[in-house]
Each structure stands twice: as structure tokens, then as C-alpha cells.
Nanobody, 127 residues
């Protein structure tokens, strides 16, 4: 059975960096779509980034102006997915979730497109 475990969240100052890690067991990050979502209280979970086959296909949700700040990547040997977050802003504060969809990534991904979820890791950015 697939299991996704996030780590690397915590507190950071605005302008700082954090690197989130998603470790997958019983499931290949290489041959399936992997993604990062985030959620703030009272709002829906929204996609931040997705990756498929080591970067053959990637998506970054620029609603958060993340294209110049966040990098999604994966390590096939470790079966892990990462979200490198740079130039953090207070509005990046959220619970971040790792998720996976069997097979390829859809063009405009949403929460309903994903089959497996981690428990989440909190990211708090102070000004």
C-alpha cells in the first residue's frame, strides 16, 4: 500500500528558504504523478506543483508567484520528491501536503485528481 510521509516543514523568516521532502514507500515516484499542495485554515487545498517522470512534465501554480521561487524535483534512487522553497513570504504559510496520482499528471491538476496523500507538514513564515 502506498504511503507518503512529508518532512522539512517548520518556521522561517521572510526571504528565507525551506526544503520539503516526501518519502514514498510501496509506490514509485518515477512512474506516477507526484505533487505538492497547500492549505490554509478555512480554504480549500490547492496545488502548488506537480512532477512526472523526473521532470519530463512539470507544473507550477503561478497563482502564488512560485515559478521564480519554488522548485519541485525528485530523486528516483531514494524514491523521494522535494519542494525547494526560496524567497519565502508570509503568505506561503500553510500546511503542505505531498500527494500522488496513479499514472501521468493532468494538465491542470486539482485535489480530486490525486489518489494518495501524506499527513502534511506545517510551514510558517514570519515577516
Amino acid at each position: 500500500q502506498a504511503q507518503l510521509v512529508e518532512s522539512g516543514g517548520g518556521s522561517a523568516q521572510a526571504g528565507g528558504s525551506l526544503r520539503l521532502t516526501c518519502a514514498a514507500t510501496g509506490y514509485s515516484v518515477t512512474t506516477n504523478c507526484m505533487g505538492w499542495f497547500r492549505q490554509v485554515p478555512g480554504k480549500e487545498r490547492e496545488v502548488v506543483a506537480t512532477i512526472y517522470r523526473g521532470g519530463f512534465n512539470m507544473y507550477l501554480n503561478d497563482s502564488y508567484s512560485v515559478k521564480d521561487r519554488f522548485i519541485i524535483s525528485e530523486d528516483n534512487a531514494k524514491n523521494e520528491v522535494y519542494l525547494q522553497m526560496n524567497s519565502l513570504k508570509p503568505e506561503d504559510t500553510a500546511m503542505y501536503y505531498c500527494a500522488s496520482r496513479r499514472g501521468y499528471c493532468v494538465t491542470i491538476p486539482g485535489e480530486a485528481d490525486f489518489h494518495y496523500w501524506g499527513q502534511g507538514t506545517q510551514v510558517t513564515v514570519s515577516s
